[in-house]
């Protein structure tokens, strides 16, 4: 069955960065926004960004990766990135992406999503 593909992820130390890349099948792609989430040991899954289909592409975040986080997609690819700056070790868990529907609801059964671990 068809799912999100992540990659990217990594050790890094606080301060570090490293950037995610995620591919999504399917040609509605480029009409669907995309999302980040993460998902650290034994909590709930988090939506960390996301991003506008359209033109301009506006991105939202989670409060606490502002100004840290970068959201884009490429839609001629299939593509939607994640560059993330000055990382903490609380930024550490399995990053996972996925579009939505207009309602908001996530379309993809979830990928395998890519370990990110921020530690000295």
């Known amino acids: 069955q068809v799912r999100p593909v992540e990659s990217g992820g990594g050790l890094v130390q606080p301060g570090g960065s490293l950037k995610l890349s995620c591919r999504i099948a399917?040609?509605?792609?480029?009409?669907?926004?995309a999302a980040w989430y993460r998902q650290a040991p034994g909590q709930p899954r988090e939506l960390v960004a996301s991003v506008a289909p359209g033109p301009g592409s506006s991105a939202e975040y989670v409060e606490s990766v502002k100004g840290r986080f970068t959201i884009s997609r490429d839609n001629a690819k299939g593509m939607v990135y994640l560059q993330m700056n000055s990382l903490k070790p609380e930024d550490t868990g399995i990053y996972l992406c996925?579009?939505?529907?207009?309602?908001?609801?996530?379309?993809?059964?979830w990928g395998q999503g890519t370990q990110v671990t921020v530690s000295p």
């Open positions: 399917g040609n509605s792609f480029s009409i669907r926004a």
């Open positions: 996925n579009t939505w529907t207009s309602s908001g609801a996530t379309i993809w059964n």
